[in-house]
């Protein structure tokens, strides 16, 4: 990620001049923020145990750096919830998208030179499907240190790769909460109460709609692609083939 730490010093210095210099009072970080980060480093650690080298991980994407970023998973996940203001249970709707990702995909593991870039499309993704409101892909770009025909691209691959299936069940949610929490205590965190009563969970009905929507975006793209109309290797263009209403690929 050669310039993903460039682009948040940048956006810090921003937003410091804007906010004034008097405010200076930090949230309270989230815990399933802890939570996730605690779970994303081991399955990162472990999954680099078992490469022998970096460098021998031959199966590139479009989501991996040259190097690891500086910034640690943490961090960048109190970066995003800082300035995206987004709901908590993105975060976890957006490491279920990603363990979907993984499991479909087993052969592209998570490791340290692709844990940011997935982090902050599944995490975008998230927001787009459970908040109402919600920022741009200009500006979680800028939140997440890369360019935004950068993230537009990680997006749309993404999605590819999850076939468009985005719903979560509630009985999925709060699966994945308790995953989480197990996590937490093996990292030696305590667990007050279920990760599940302190995150918002957005109604299934509201969800299952934007899934539809989802699905019918999908079937466009399809088409167009089909009728030779774009190559595979132009998806950066299919967002204006899209109606400008779906936020899923709003940019």
Do not use: W
């Given at each position: 990620?050669?310039?993903?730490?460039?682009?948040?010093?940048?956006?810090?210095?921003?937003?410091?001049?804007?906010?004034?210099?008097?405010?200076t009072?930090?949230?309270?970080?989230?815990?399933?923020?802890?939570?996730?980060?605690?779970?994303?480093?081991?399955?990162?650690?472990?999954?680099?145990?078992?490469?022998?080298?970096?460098?021998?991980?031959?199966?590139?994407?479009?989501?991996?750096?040259?190097?690891?970023?500086s910034i640690?998973?943490?961090?960048?996940?109190?970066?995003?919830?800082?300035?995206?203001?987004?709901?908590?249970?993105?975060?976890?709707?957006?490491?279920?998208?990603?363990?979907?990702?993984?499991?479909?995909?087993?052969?592209?593991?998570?490791?340290?030179?692709?844990?940011?870039?997935l982090?902050?499309?599944?995490?975008?993704?998230?927001?787009?499907?459970?908040?109402?409101?919600?920022?741009?892909?200009?500006?979680?770009?800028?939140?997440?240190?890369?360019?935004?025909?950068?993230?537009?691209?990680?997006?749309?691959?993404?999605?590819?790769?999850?076939?468009?299936?985005?719903?979560?069940?509630?009985?999925?949610?709060?699966?994945?909460?308790?995953?989480?929490?197990?996590?937490?205590?093996?990292?030696?965190?305590?667990?007050?109460r279920?990760?599940?009563?302190?995150?918002?969970?957005?109604?299934?009905?509201?969800?299952?709609?934007?899934?539809r929507?989802?699905?019918?975006?999908?079937?466009?793209?399809?088409?167009?692609?089909?009728?030779?109309?774009?190559?595979?290797?132009?998806?950066?263009?299919?967002?204006?083939?899209?109606?400008?209403?779906?936020?899923?690929?709003?940019?």
């Amino acid at each position: 990620m050669g310039k993903l730490q460039q682009g948040m010093e940048a956006q810090d210095a921003e937003e410091t001049t804007s906010a004034g210099a008097s405010d200076t009072t930090e949230r309270e970080v989230p815990r399933v923020l802890l939570a996730l980060a605690a779970t994303l480093e081991r399955l990162v650690l472990r999954n680099e145990k078992c490469l022998k080298d970096l460098s021998e991980h031959k199966k590139l994407t479009i989501y991996h750096g040259l190097r690891p970023p500086s910034i640690s998973i943490l961090k960048y996940l109190e970066r995003m919830h800082k300035y995206s203001n987004c709901s908590p249970s993105c975060f976890v709707v957006g490491f279920i998208f990603m363990d979907h990702l993984v499991h479909k995909q087993p052969d592209v593991p998570l490791i340290s030179l692709n844990i940011h870039r997935l982090l902050i499309t599944s995490i975008m993704v998230a927001t787009k499907l459970l908040d109402d409101v919600h920022y741009n892909n200009a500006f979680y770009a800028r939140v997440g240190g890369i360019s935004n025909a950068e993230l537009n691209n990680l997006e749309i691959d993404f999605l590819f790769r999850l076939d468009f299936r985005l719903q979560v069940t509630s009985n999925m949610f709060e699966g994945y909460c308790t995953h989480l929490e197990r996590e937490m205590m093996l990292a030696g965190q305590h667990v007050e109460r279920p990760l599940s009563k302190t995150v918002d969970v957005t109604s299934e009905e509201r969800v299952q709609e934007k899934q539809r929507l989802a699905e019918d975006v999908h079937r466009k793209m399809r088409l167009v692609m089909n009728h030779g109309a774009v190559s595979s290797a132009s998806t950066k263009n299919l967002q204006s083939l899209v109606s400008p209403t779906n936020s899923l690929l709003a940019s």
